[in-house]
Nanobody, 129 residues
Framework: QVQLVESGGGSVQPGGSLKLSCEASGFSNRANCMGWFRQVPGEQRQRVATIYTYRGRPNYADSAKGRFTLSNSDDGNTLFLQMSLLKPEDTGMYFC??????????????????????WGQGTQVSVSS
């Protein structure tokens, strides 16, 4: 069973930065999908960024490009999201998600939340002045 634990959320002013972390346990190897999704009340979770943790390249939502940087540890068990130039519309609950041992890297580009079968509890990010 995969478990995901997020940390690093908080409250910042517009233009500020935050770094989110997600610690995973229960993976059987380094090749998995991991990603971040954001959810605001009343709306579906929406992808922010995802990655295939074995030599994969990050995939970003348009809203995250140029401001957010996704990376993972070499062992594939920790996911990081460096968020800069934060905007009020970045506010929401950020969830770490995973797909264990996908058929290939392309699976990690599926940003439909229903395709992701492991989720953390979420960490709140609030951006306001």
């Amino acid at each position: 069973q995969v478990q995901l634990v997020e940390s690093g959320g908080g409250s910042v002013q517009p233009g500020g930065s935050l770094k989110l972390s997600c610690e995973a346990s229960g993976f059987s190897n380094r090749a998995n999908c991991m990603g971040w999704f954001r959810q605001v009340p009343g709306e579906q979770r929406q992808r922010v960024a995802t990655i295939y943790t074995y030599r994969g390249r990050p995939n970003y939502a348009d809203s995250a490009k140029g401001r957010f940087t996704l990376s993972n540890s070499d062992d594939g068990n920790t996911l990081f999201l460096q968020m800069s130039l934060l905007k009020p519309e970045d506010t929401g609950m950020y969830f770490c998600a995973a797909i264990k041992v996908p058929r290939g890297p392309w699976v990690c580009e599926d940003w439909n939340p229903t395709a992701w079968n492991y989720w953390g509890q979420g960490t709140q990010v609030s951006v306001s002045s």
